[in-house]
């Protein structure tokens, strides 16, 4: 009798704090879409800028090591540390709205191509005395194309290789650690972003504090409160839409690249040309979709864009997971196009298959997002405007 009675209540509990006009399964499938959300900024956006942030760090300290004493061992592990914070950066693609969009973070860490004339003349400058680089100057008066990923990669590599230390200049490496510093302030101000400055270690905010960078308030209170005053989303739709849009802009962007990159031997069909990392560019780009879509970092993952599809179309989320997979693995079966040996047509047909992968994923995606972004438990559906609800629903 008794686990009847609060079987009851919470069944009560439910019909009362549900929309007016909304049915159970509605508000429940309401609360998935919640926890979605919620775990899709703090497992997936967080957790993937706050290594983002560590990697830099980890590169900061390479560098500076490289600066001080200069050896081929040290210009390998610096090599090896940008390597690994490429490979994150790659995984904020599938989020290039909010504070990404509002504030360029995307541009100051990663503006392609590198202006490598406007980097030749800021080095003899440098190397004649006449410019001494400093942090201020290279983030408030010189353009991203002059710094960020591609810049410290043109400074560390040539021809897919670590520089020898014999070959790096002075003014070389102290344009090398300014630019690296900037690319730590400007992803830790990217995670700021995100979480509020307040919210970041000691030592993080009080780097911020030094350069002048202005405190943030946390747009993750925003995106994940859809419908509170203090919040620009006006409904659960429209955090759901932005992800999925930014999910379908990513995977089609990455079919043409797979072709353009995988499809020829020359390097400068990639941004990173110096390093010869266009492969690995490929892969992290498809694996912050994989994030997106699975619920964040591997190892850390929750709630997911997946489990509200496989809620509403459990054949159509499987079929997204396997492309997913067949996608990475048709990647990985071409191989590095810099290196490899094999060429000709069975090269060309393996590109065409992970292509033709690309495309699957790209239907099965697109048509996910009306199912999860048009559910009547997360109307208004517009983002801007006046809202007219259907009067059948």
């Not at 159970?24 to 942030?53: C, G, K, P």
């Amino acid at each position: 009798m008794l686990y009847l009675l609060i079987l009851v209540c919470l069944v009560s509990g439910v019909v009362l704090f549900a929309k007016p006009g909304a049915s159970i399964r509605e508000f429940l499938v309401q609360r998935s879409v919640e926890r979605a959300v919620e775990d899709y900024a703090e497992r997936n956006i967080v957790a993937t800028l706050a290594r983002l942030v560590a990697n830099v760090e980890a590169l900061d300290v390479a560098v500076r090591r490289l600066r001080d004493a200069p050896t081929d061992a040290k210009v390998a592990a610096a090599a090896s540390a940008w390597r690994t914070a490429r490979a994150t950066a790659q995984l904020t693609t599938a989020f290039g709205f909010g504070p990404a969009a509002h504030y360029n973070f995307d541009k100051q860490l990663n503006t392609w191509p590198l202006d490598r004339p406007l980097v030749d003349h800021t080095l003899a400058e440098m190397a004649v005395g006449r410019l001494k680089l400093n942090a201020v100057y290279l983030r408030n008066q010189v353009y991203s194309t002059r710094r960020g990923f591609l810049a410290a990669e043109y400074l560390l590599f040539r021809d897919g290789q670590p520089r020898p230390a014999a070959d790096l200049r002075a003014f070389e490496l102290d344009y090398l650690a300014v630019t690296v510093e900037v690319m730590r302030l400007e992803a830790t101000d990217f995670l700021a972003a995100w979480i509020g400055t307040d919210a970041l270690p000691a030592h993080q905010a009080q780097a911020l504090a030094a350069a002048g960078i202005a405190l943030r308030k946390a747009y993750a209170d925003e995106f994940t409160r859809p419908g509170h005053f203090a919040s620009r989303y006006p409904s659960l739709s429209a955090p759901l839409q932005e992800i999925m849009q930014d999910a379908i802009t990513v995977v089609e962007e990455l079919c043409p690249a797979i072709d353009e990159v995988l499809g020829s031997a020359d390097p400068r069909a990639s941004e990173t040309w110096y390093s010869f990392n266009g492969l690995a560019d490929l892969q992290g780009t498809l694996r912050s979709l994989e994030n997106a879509y699975l619920g964040g970092l591997e190892g850390k993952r929750g709630h997911s864009m997946s489990d509200l599809v496989a809620g509403m179309n459990e054949v159509l989320d499987r079929r997204i997971r396997i492309a997913l997979a067949d996608t990475a693995y048709r990647i990985a079966a071409v191989g590095d196009p810099y290196r490899a040996s094999a060429d000709g047509e069975g090269r060309e047909l393996e590109v065409r298959r992970a292509v033709s992968a690309c495309a699957k994923l790209v239907a099965r995606v697109d048509l996910a997002v009306p199912l999860i972004t048009m559910h009547p438990s997360t109307l208004p559906w517009a983002i801007y405007g006046v809202y007219e609800m259907p009067s059948m629903l």
